[in-house]
T-cell receptor, first 114, second 111 residues
Framework: DAEITQSPRHKITETGRQVTLACHQT?????MFWYRQDLGHGLRLIHY???????NKGEVSDGYSVSRSNTEDLPLTLESAASSQTSVYFC?????????????FGPGTRLTVL | GENVEQHPSTLSVQEGDSAVIKCTYS??????FPWYKQELGKGPQLIID?????GEKKDQRIAVTLNKTAKHFSLHITETQPEDSAVYFC??????????FGGGTRLMVKP
């Protein structure tokens, strides 16, 4: 079955380190998204991509970057991790517009920055 | 940009009762409104969605209503069961498929 996976599921790192969270989908979806989930804020969009080589900033993009070199993967990089980036991160994908815009979420990565 | 408000933040009901969660949105251009259920330790899972050309949609015990004029939409769960206990999120989307989420509602169904 097609699916969306994230790794690692849990990560502890130190302030200032670079961290990369992986997201892989096997639906061949064009659109991919990264969200962070914090108590009191729901889900907030970090970055998104509409296809290979396309990336866009979301609501809370400062301190994060993404790259899209193929359809299946959208890794999220924290250039220099900060304690404020302790959160649960979710990746999602969707086929695209025209009534096919349902977003499907991965299981999440819990990141702790000490 | 879009702003989505969700109420209540917590909701406790007795098994078999109905539960209603309400959301309002600010951008009149929003045209797609999904609802997600999130169980502990898992990612959000779509349970129902509605588009702006429809006023109501039902799927078994779950229904969603949309009032475009007032810019609000609601989730209705009838005959609640303990397994309905979870956090529910509403969202709104305009062209470009970007979702703006409400703050979530923790639903507790007491046996």
């Amino acid at each position: 079955d097609a699916e969306i996976t994230q790794s690692p599921r849990h990560k502890i790192t130190e302030t200032g380190r670079q961290v990369t969270l992986a997201c892989h989908q096997t639906w061949n979806h064009n659109n991919m998204f990264w969200y962070r989930q914090d108590l009191g804020h729901g889900l907030r969009l970090i970055h998104y991509s509409y296809g290979v080589q396309d990336t866009n900033k979301g609501e809370v993009s400062d301190g994060y970057s993404v790259s899209r070199s193929n359809t299946e993967d959208l890794p999220l990089t924290l250039e220099s991790a900060a304690s404020s980036q302790t959160s649960v991160y979710f990746c999602a994908s969707s086929d695209g517009g025209g009534g096919r815009d349902t977003q499907y979420f991965g299981p999440g990565t819990r990141l702790t920055v000490l | 940009g879009e702003n989505v408000e969700q109420h209540p933040s917590t909701l406790s009901v007795q098994e078999g009762d109905s539960a209603v969660i309400k959301c309002t949105y600010s951008d009149s251009a929003s045209n797609y409104f999904p609802w997600y259920k999130q169980e502990l330790g898992k990612g959000p899972q779509l349970i129902i969605d509605i588009r702006s050309n429809v006023g109501e949609k039902k799927d078994q015990r779950i229904a969603v209503t949309l009032n475009k004029t007032a810019k609000h939409f609601s989730l209705h769960i009838t005959e609640t069961q303990p397994e309905d206990s979870a956090v529910y999120f509403c969202a709104a989307s305009t062209a470009g498929n970007m979702l703006t989420f409400g703050g979530g509602t923790r639903l507790m169904v007491k046996p």
